[in-house]
């Protein structure tokens, strides 16, 4: 059985602080992972997505792969009350193969 | 088109009716999968398909639920007799290749079973 695993939170942190965001995964010969922001009442989007081993940045956002862990993390730099959404990690385990979702981690930015 | 479509986004039906859901995704994606939201919870995937057919139809919750696609395009999600906890946000998603690059969704259907 293939497995994501998140917190599903909520996690708060204040306003221009650093979030962190977690997801583990079951699958050694996973290949492709992706971070996903979902607002409530709308469809999951793109925020990162990352294949290497190490760190990804993009803006505000760095995405931090750990094969020989089998975790991956998001960090939100100055967080703002707008990140306030649900993030939804996503797992390939091999190229043909269709996503394997978390749960998601709900994370409250407080102004 | 620009983006996946879903039709209609919001269906209200009668216990026991049946129902069609129709996802038109991104021309030229091959991968196109649906899942299932209820309220607050997580992603339900139900069924994938590479081109026309389904290599992962474990999801389907019950022999209720069927999906086809068809000319690689177009696919429909058809629940039968549909039941109260059928309730929730159906959710389409396309992309160019299974698994390695982006998933696309698109806005949803929210069906209501009364």
């Known amino acids: 059985q293939k497995e994501v695993e998140q917190n599903s939170g909520p996690l708060s942190v204040p306003e221009g602080a650093i979030a962190s965001l977690n997801c583990t995964y079951s699958?050694?010969?996973?290949?492709?992972f992706f971070w996903y922001r979902q607002y409530s009442g709308k469809s999951p989007e793109l925020i990162m997505f990352?294949?290497s081993n190490g760190d990804k940045e993009d803006g505000r956002f760095t995405a931090q792969l750990n094969k020989a862990s089998q975790y991956v993390s998001l960090l939100i730099r100055d967080s703002q009350p707008s990140d306030s959404a649900t993030y939804l990690c996503?797992?390939?385990?091999?190229?043909?193969?269709?996503?394997?979702w978390g749960a998601g981690t709900k994370l409250i930015i407080k102004p | 088109g620009a983006g996946v479509s879903q039709s209609p986004s919001n269906k209200v039906t009668e216990k026991g009716k049946d129902v069609e859901l129709r996802c038109d995704p991104i021309?030229?994606?091959?991968?196109l999968y649906w899942y299932r939201q209820s309220l607050g919870q997580g992603l339900e995937f139900l069924i994938y398909?590479?081109?026309?057919?389904?290599?992962?139809k474990s999801g389907l919750p019950s022999d209720r639920f069927s999906a086809e696609r068809t000319g690689g395009s177009v696919s429909t999600l058809t629940i039968q007799r549909t039941q109260q906890e059928d309730s929730a946000v159906y959710l389409c998603?396309?992309?160019?290749?299974?698994?390695?690059?982006?998933?696309?969704f698109g806005q949803g259907t929210r069906l209501t079973v009364v």
């Open positions: 998603a396309s992309s160019p290749q299974p698994g390695e690059t982006e998933a696309f």
């Open positions: 021309s030229g994606h091959t991968a």
């Open positions: 398909f590479q081109g026309n057919s389904a290599p992962d």
């Open positions: 699958d050694r010969g996973s290949q492709s």
């Open positions: 990352i294949y």
């Open positions: 996503a797992v390939t385990p091999d190229s043909n193969y269709q996503l394997i």
